[in-house]
């Protein structure tokens, strides 16, 4: 029996198979990619405050609407019934 076909590129680590012309710019490639890394974990963080705010917002929003609506409902018949007590 043969031994399976790899592909020699995927045993060579990415550093290797493109390397820096200098040193320099190797760690420039490197700080570019913290960078990125950075700048992607605060948008996420920022994204997930602004959702907060959103979610919270929309919760408040319910509540009054609610409250609204309760006392349109409740208010005529508040009114009806004392209406209905001064009558008599």
């Known amino acids: 029996m043969s031994a399976p076909i790899t592909c020699p590129l995927l045993l060579v680590p990415p550093l290797l198979l493109f390397p820096p012309t200098d ?23 920022e994204s997930k405050k602004k959702k907060k705010v959103e979610t919270r917002k929309l919760i408040c929003k319910k509540a009054i609407d609610y409250a609204q609506e309760y006392e349109n409902q409740v208010k005529p018949k508040f009114i009806l019934c004392f209406k209905n007590q001064n009558q008599t």
């Open 23 to 45: 040193l320099n710019s190797g760690v420039k490639r490197q700080k570019r990619a913290e960078e990125w890394a950075f700048a992607k974990a605060k948008e996420v963080e």
